[in-house]
């Protein structure tokens, strides 16, 4: 059986076995999924700087590669550090861009929707689109790049920044809910603008925290829509298969 790690690159599980449950949905029970975080880093509900990320990240690729994992995703949607663990890593290493840029171009021109909040001290939360036309570039899937466009998200009124896990579970709760809600409110009509004006045939929903909610999305257009978890398990869970056998 093909076994594939995606790696939660946060300080915090108290995603893993949420993701880890829509990652085995998506590819079924003929592979094994094993979600693991970044213990090593600070605990906190968003992605820190990658100066803080990419060691403990790229320590935990080659970890899952000498665990014997046939392929190994990281749970992203602006696929940090996937570069650096391909060059690092024999065992295929994928991210949910990557994913989404194998998948999206068989529907033709694809639009991207990604958070729109704002990045705190520490933190590296993308403030404009530029790397998304960096990842379809690296990709080679510019030409089919439609138009993006941020999901306002607010940030929680109080967040917790130190105290240790279960302060920061709050606010990581808080931060999941506020991303639920904005996707849910705020998406359709932002879809709906991207299929319509910006004539995408697929779009890809760029934030794993939205993943298993993008069904008010999925009726307000007519278009494949990308979930992120899934989308980055099916593949990853393809290169598992291609090396096992």
């Keep these: 059986m093909p076994r594939i790690l995606l790696i939660d690159p946060l300080g915090t599980d108290m995603h893993v076995e949420r993701d880890r449950r829509i990652a085995q949905d998506a590819v079924g029970a003929g592979t094994e999924v094993v979600v693991r975080h970044l213990a090593a880093l600070p605990v906190s509900a968003y992605l820190p700087a990658e100066d803080v990320l990419f060691s403990p990240l790229l320590r935990a690729v080659r970890e899952g590669a000498e665990d014997g994992f046939d392929a190994i995703g990281i749970a992203c949607a602006s696929d940090p550090a996937v570069r650096e663990a391909k060059a690092l890593s024999r065992t295929p290493v994928t991210g949910p861009f990557e994913a989404a840029a194998r998948v999206a171009p068989s529907f033709g021109r694809f639009s991207v929707m990604y958070p729109g909040v ?128």
Excluded: H
Aim: hydrophobic share 40%; aromatic share 6%.
């Design 118 to 245: 704002a990045s705190g001290p520490g933190e590296n939360l993308p403030q404009d689109a530029n790397w998304i036309r960096r990842l379809a570039r690296e990709y080679g899937v510019f030409d089919l790049l439609g138009p993006c466009a941020p999901v306002p998200v607010e940030r929680p009124d109080e967040e917790v920044t130190a105290g240790g896990p279960e302060q920061a579970r709050v606010t990581g709760e808080k931060v999941l809910a506020n991303m639920t809600a904005s996707i849910r409110n705020a998406g359709p009509a932002i879809a709906e603008r991207l299929w319509r004006d910006g004539e995408a045939e697929a779009i890809f929903v760029a934030c794993t925290f939205w993943s298993t909610e993008l069904d008010p999305i999925r009726k307000a257009v007519p278009i494949p829509i990308l979930d992120p978890i899934q989308t980055l398990a099916r593949y990853t869970a393809l290169l598992a298969t291609t090396i096992s056998r």
